[in-house]
């Protein structure tokens, strides 16, 4: 069959035979329908994801597809380790894959799983967002920091969402959907205009109970100044601060005040960063 394959890391995948899988256990062969290329797999192939040293290589890549089981269902699965979802055919477990209703294309359906998963676990869990809250998301104008900004809003009932991002047609789109305020970045990757001043003007008006950060990097820095207080008898308040993509870069500066002078929680948001799942009297 024809797969992507991945020889080296650094270099693209190449388009390539590879051997067919075999059914075992309870997995079946399934023909894939469509596989979304996510950043994720962008950061794995390109070794500057921490999960590249777990990618076997060479070998194949591909985390979810949609895929046409035997059974006939049309279905959305997660890829059995190591992956491999980039191919004609891949290896699933009927039970764990959910079935797709018609009125969703096959791209559709690829695409916007792993992304509005990831954003809703942001918000639920890492950042234990509740109703009435203000939510501040860097990088709001991607697929997942887009529909992160939605959720707060429409699904957790987040009473305040500002979003800032590059993308000024999606931040105009986002406010219409309902986002309360929006900040435009540079293309630098640092801020266009006042942003450190923006940021400390709303953290003070309507302090963040919440940051989703999707960029780290130059914006990181800039919010955390923001956040942090010049004040001994500052009034303390909470704000997690939820580090989830490196799109802007992979460091950060980070002087200690201004964790000691703020209520600042910071944590990183991954499938690594929850507890396993475990059954009753385990």
């Known amino acids: 069959m024809k797969a992507a ?3 080296e890391l650094g270099r693209p995948p190449r388009y390539g035979d590879a051997a067919e899988p075999v059914a075992t256990g309870d997995l079946v062969v399934a023909e894939v329908q469509a596989a979304a290329v996510k950043n994720i797999e962008r950061g794995l192939v390109s070794g500057s994801h921490y999960g590249s040293g777990a990618l076997q290589v060479p070998g194949l890549i591909g985390l979810d597809a949609v895929v046409a089981l035997p059974d006939g269902r049309r279905a959305y699965t997660g890829a059995t380790p190591p992956g491999g979802a980039m191919a004609e055919r891949m290896l699933v477990n009927p039970a764990l894959a959910v079935d797709i209703p018609r009125e969703v294309d096959d791209a559709s359906a690829a695409a916007l799983p792993n992304a509005a998963i990831s954003a809703w676990f942001a918000l639920q869990y890492a950042g234990q967002i509740r109703p009435g809250q203000s939510v501040l998301v860097l ?10 900004a939605q959720l707060a809003k429409r699904t957790f009932g987040a009473d305040h969402v500002v979003v800032a991002g590059r993308n000024a047609a999606r931040l105009e789109r986002l406010a219409e959907l309902g986002v309360d305020a929006t900040i435009t970045l ?3 990757g640092g801020a266009q205009g006042q942003f450190e001043t923006e940021i ?5 008006e309507r302090p963040f109970d919440l940051v989703l950060d ?3 990097g130059r914006p990181a820095e800039q919010t955390l100044g923001a956040l942090a207080n010049n004040d001994l008898a500052a009034e303390f308040h909470r704000t997690r601060y939820v580090q989830v993509g490196a799109m802007a870069a992979a460091t950060i500066e980070l002087p200690a005040g201004v964790l000691r002078s703020a209520g600042i929680e910071l944590l990183g948001q991954a499938a690594a960063a929850y507890p396993a799942r475990r059954s009753a009297g385990s």
Do not use: C, E
């Open 5 to 7: 394959l991945v020889d």
């Open 186 to 188: 540079g293309t630098d």
């Open 200 to 204: 400390r003007r709303l953290h003070a």
């Open 214 to 216: 999707y960029l780290w």
């Open 139 to 148: 990088g709001g104008t991607g697929v997942t920091g887009s529909l992160a």
